[in-house]
Every structure is written in structure tokens, then in C-alpha cells.
């Protein structure tokens, strides 16, 4: 009889394929040079939130790609209703069994998620909602939290740096940027959140410990960045500060609205 916690042994095509085509892509063509400490930190079974920093659009599928190879274990992540109302990716992420996220109506994705933290799947979360393109981890969401107090399984902070190098916004993609490029993965020690804790301290926990693995990782970082647009401003990178950030986001959101008026 084949297990069905967590996903980890059902026979999903799409997702095997999936997994096939990022390690063709990351490991193959690329040829990144992923770095992983903490791995022991994700469990091997039962549920699990993997909160993580968001510095690429492809954060994701590093996340993924890295627990996969060591622990063969599937993340379901959480995506815009956008992303799912898109052909052909809409149809992947469904197949998947990615949970869709509107953002007018929030309750169903937050209840979905609990479901599948309860029966054992592990969820792919990034708290600061967005790319930062600071590269600095911004203030968080609560919700992961919330989920995973709600679900009483623990969150599993996670910092990926060098993701920005393949995708991110506002930068044009470079293939001499991506290839070889080195990819840290930092994974924290389980935070444990009891329901009746506030969840807003338990989420300065997460932000502080999340904060923490990406010190390390662009501490250690291969390549300098000294002067260079992935780096942050406090390290010596061209990338807006977080208050630059901020503005130009702002700015963004107001033009969006207006052309959806």
C-alpha cells in the first residue's frame, strides 16, 4: 500500500516531471553551485512551514529543488490567483496541488493550507508577500504564523541567497549573471508556535531568525558584490535601500490600480 502523508510517496506525474526539468535546468544548463547547511531542519515527514526570504521569482523552484534532492519531499507552495488564472501555468500549478491565493478573498487559501499542513504536506510560504528588492528580509505577514499554529506543526525558517542572479524584479535576466552561479540555502531550526501565542511576537521570531541565516549567507558569499546591483546598499550593492524600495513599490501599486480603474 503506498503512503499518502505529506504527498511524499503518491505518484504525481507532474510534479516528478517538474522536478526533472529544474534539475536539467538548475544543475544541467546553469550549472549553479548550490550550498546547503541545515538541511537536517526539514522534516522528513509530517507537516511544515517553510518560510522563505523572496529576493528572486524563482526562490520557489531553488527551494524546491534543494529539499528534493536531499529529502525527496514535495513543498506546496502558495501562488497568486493570477498565476493560476494564467493558461498552461495555471493548469502546472493545479496539477501540482500549489494552493491558489486571491487576494480579495483570502479565506479559502488560508483554510486550504491548514488542511494540508493537518494531513501532513509541507507549505511553501514567502512572509514578506513580493519580491524585495532591497534584498533585505522586510517586515512579514503574520499568516504563516497563523497557519501554523492553527495546524500545531512547526515553521521552518529559510534563507536563499543568489536566486536574484537567474530572475528578480526589475532587472533584465543574464545568462552570464546565472551560470555557475553559487546558491546558498540556509535552513533554521524549527520554530515551535503555540495557539494561544501573539502571533505578531511569534512573527519578529521568524523575521529575526530569517534575518539571521541570510547575515550568514551573504557573509559567506562567493562572488563580491561590492558595487554590484544583487548587493544590498548596507553591503555596499547598488540595490535601493529598503526605504527606496518602498516608494518605488508604492509607486508601482498606484499605477496598477489605476489602469485596472
Not at 499518502?4 to 550549472?31: K, T
Not at 478573498?105 to 486550504?112: K, M
Not at 504563516?144 to 533584465?172: F, H, Y
Request: hydrophobic letters at 45%.
Amino acid at each position: 500500500m503506498v503512503r499518502q502523508e505529506g504527498g511524499r510517496n503518491r505518484h504525481e506525474p507532474v510534479y516528478s516531471l517538474a522536478v526533472v526539468v529544474g534539475r536539467v535546468l538548475f544543475g544541467g544548463l546553469l550549472r549553479l553551485k548550490p550550498v546547503v547547511s541545515g538541511i537536517e531542519h526539514i522534516p522528513r515527514s509530517g507537516g511544515a512551514v517553510l518560510a522563505i526570504t523572496h529576493f528572486g521569482y524563482l526562490d520557489f523552484a531553488l527551494t524546491e529543488w534543494v529539499t528534493w534532492t536531499h529529502t525527496r519531499r514535495r513543498i506546496r507552495f502558495l501562488a497568486t490567483k493570477s498565476a493560476f488564472d494564467t493558461p498552461v501555468v495555471g493548469w502546472l500549478l493545479r496539477a501540482m496541488r500549489h494552493i491558489s491565493v486571491d487576494m480579495k478573498a483570502g479565506r479559502d487559501a488560508y483554510t486550504n493550507a491548514v488542511d494540508g499542513l493537518r494531513s501532513g504536506e509541507l507549505l511553501g510560504v514567502f512572509p514578506e508577500a513580493g519580491v524585495s528588492a532591497s534584498f533585505t528580509v522586510r517586515e512579514l505577514k503574520t499568516g504563516a504564523v497563523r497557519m501554523a499554529a492553527e495546524a500545531g506543526v512547526p515553521i521552518i525558517p529559510i534563507a536563499v541567497w543568489g536566486g536574484q542572479l537567474l530572475r528578480t524584479k526589475n532587472r533584465p535576466t543574464r545568462l552570464r549573471e546565472a551560470f555557475h552561479a553559487p546558491i546558498l540555502v540556509g535552513i533554521g531550526e524549527a520554530i515551535e508556535v503555540r495557539a494561544d501565542e501573539d502571533p505578531t511576537a511569534a512573527t519578529e521570531c521568524l523575521r529575526a531568525s530569517m534575518k539571521s541565516l541570510l547575515d550568514s549567507a551573504q557573509a559567506s558569499y562567493p562572488r563580491s558584490g561590492h558595487g554590484h546591483w544583487w548587493q544590498p546598499a548596507h553591503l555596499g550593492g547598488t540595490a535601493p535601500t529598503p526605504e527606496e524600495a518602498a516608494i518605488t513599490e508604492a509607486e508601482r501599486q498606484r499605477r496598477k490600480a489605476a489602469a485596472h480603474v
